[in-house]
């Protein structure tokens, strides 16, 4: 979806590097999400952010950490990349909708490899 | 630990065949069980969802059935389509879908 953009979409780093993966959107929705995907497991969420001053852990948040700028910026940061951390990365946005139900818009991704 | 479980893994289908995926899940305060479409090198895509106070629920060819005493769902493809090859991904949340916790994805391919 053009209206979530993710840089880089592809990185080749090493083990104990530092590394940012950053998410930037024009659909103007106040909240944003940080996943990985792994083959046979899914989507985990990482990181959630709510609106600016609001960000929240989600199901496997050791080793990463993330800084929401802007309503429209949200950015996840390995401090030291290891091997594991592997994985295909995707940042999302969503407003709530009719009903309560929250559709989630998601980037093309980021392909990280640690090497 | 995954609350909600997916099968099956991999499906093969026909031109114009029914495709199957099933979804079970364990904690009864979700409320909302949306299915997302993901193609090779995009994101997921909302597909369609439902919420648990009907049991089926339509949109052109494709239908969720939902079965709250089993706790479980599915999505139903009539006519696969070449086209509707992709991954396939249920999910659950509490409280209309912010934190959506999925499955672990459903690789569907359609021969032509």
């Known amino acids: 979806d053009a209206d979530v953009t993710q840089t880089p979409r592809n990185r080749i780093t090493k083990t104990g590097k530092r590394i940012m993966l950053e998410c930037s959107q024009t659909?103007?929705?106040?909240?944003m999400y940080w996943y990985r995907q792994d083959p046979g497991l899914g989507l985990r969420l990482i990181y959630y952010s709510f609106d600016v001053k609001d960000i929240n852990k989600g199901e496997i948040s050791d080793g990463y950490s993330v800084s929401r700028q802007a309503q429209a910026k949200f950015s996840l940061s390995l401090e030291s990349a290891i091997p594991n951390q592997t994985a295909l990365y995707f940042c999302a946005t969503s407003d709530l909708g009719g009903r309560g139900t929250d559709t989630q818009y998601f980037g093309p991704g980021t392909r990280l490899t640690v090497l | 630990q995954q609350q909600v479980k997916q099968s099956p893994q991999s499906l093969i289908v026909q031109k114009g065949g029914i495709s199957i995926i099933n979804c079970a899940y364990e904690n009864t305060a979700f409320d909302y069980f949306p299915w997302y479409q993901q193609f090779p090198g995009k994101g997921p895509a909302l597909l369609i969802a439902?919420?648990?106070?009907?049991s089926e629920k339509k949109e052109g060819r494709f239908t969720i059935s939902f079965n709250k005493s089993a706790k479980q769902f599915s999505l139903h493809i009539m006519d696969s389509q070449p086209g509707d090859s992709a991954t396939y991904f249920c999910?659950?949340?509490?409280?209309?879908?912010?934190?959506?916790?999925f499955g672990e994805g459903t690789q569907l391919t359609v021969n032509p």
């Open positions: 659909k103007g929705h106040d909240r």
């Open positions: 439902i919420r648990p106070d009907v």
């Open positions: 999910a659950a949340s509490i409280e209309g879908g912010s934190r959506l916790t």
